[in-house]
T-cell receptor
Framework: DAGVIQSPRHEVTEMGQEVTLRCKPI?????LFWYRQTMMRGLELLIY????????DSGMPEDRFSAKMPNASFSTLKIQPSEPRDSAVYFC?????????????FGDGTRLSIL | GENVEQHPSTLSVQEGDSAVIKCTYS??????FPWYKQELGKRPQLIID?????GEKKDQRIAVTLNKTAKHFSLHITETQPEDSAVYFC?????????????FGSGTQLTVLP
């Protein structure tokens, strides 16, 4: 089991640039979650997908953020244009189907720094 | 909406002592309560979880208790070791429209002093 795979692990870019974060969920999992973690706000859910369909994007901070899941094995989170306040660690997590009590499994995260 | 309060925010214990972290929630219909451990610079990892039909669950030195009446659940770590030092997050799964997502507490920084 390779676990949830995120790329890149680290990203440093200048404000105004487009940033794309990538996630490969665990094979067979049918729910995928994007989180943002900062010291000030802790772990925040941005959006989650069920069977590749976005279910709740109420956590997406503003229109600069967008997420897609074109198939069961890949998702992207895009920020355009990026701003310094977007600096954070972004985690992707996936969860298997089969019941409401299945745990989420996190990837190693992407540490994003916007200069 | 769902709300999870976690206390304390920081906790220091001597090696070998016990540590207890408590969370309270607002949705009386919540039915799943996982705990995650996050070491510095690493991802959150599930360490134990409990369903609403159970009052207590234990896994070696870690235990979780759930009081549905009072709407709180606690993580207990006995015989603490330096490698237990990390940030611990509680979470709860709501119902209704948010049934597929978790709401996380703000985290507890546990430091085990050798």
């Amino acid at each position: 089991d390779a676990g949830v795979i995120q790329s890149p692990r680290h990203e440093v870019t200048e404000m105004g640039q487009e940033v794309t974060l990538r996630c490969k969920p665990i094979s067979g999992h049918n729910s995928l979650f994007w989180y943002r973690q900062t010291m000030m706000r802790g772990l925040e859910l941005l959006i989650y997908f069920n069977n590749n369909v976005p279910i709740d994007d109420s956590g997406m901070p503003e229109d600069r953020f967008s997420a897609k899941m074109p198939n069961a094995s890949f998702s992207t989170l895009k920020i355009q244009p990026s701003e310094p306040r977007d600096s954070a660690v972004y985690f992707c997590a996936s969860r298997p189907g089969g019941g409401w009590d299945q745990p989420q499994h996190f990837g190693d995260g992407t540490r994003l720094s916007i200069l | 909406g769902e709300n999870v309060e976690q206390h304390p925010s920081t906790l220091s214990v001597q090696e070998g002592d016990s540590a207890v972290i408590k969370c309270t929630y607002s949705d009386s219909a919540s039915n799943y309560f996982p705990w995650y451990k996050q070491e510095l610079g690493k991802r959150p990892q599930l360490i134990i979880d409990i369903r609403s039909n159970v009052g207590e669950k234990k896994d070696q030195r870690i235990a979780v208790t759930l009081n549905k009446t009072a709407k709180h659940f606690s993580l207990h770590i006995t015989e603490t070791q330096p490698e237990d030092s990390a940030v611990y997050f509680c979470a709860e799964r709501g119902t209704g429209g948010s049934a597929r997502q978790l709401t996380f507490g703000s985290g507890t920084q546990l430091t085990v002093l050798p």
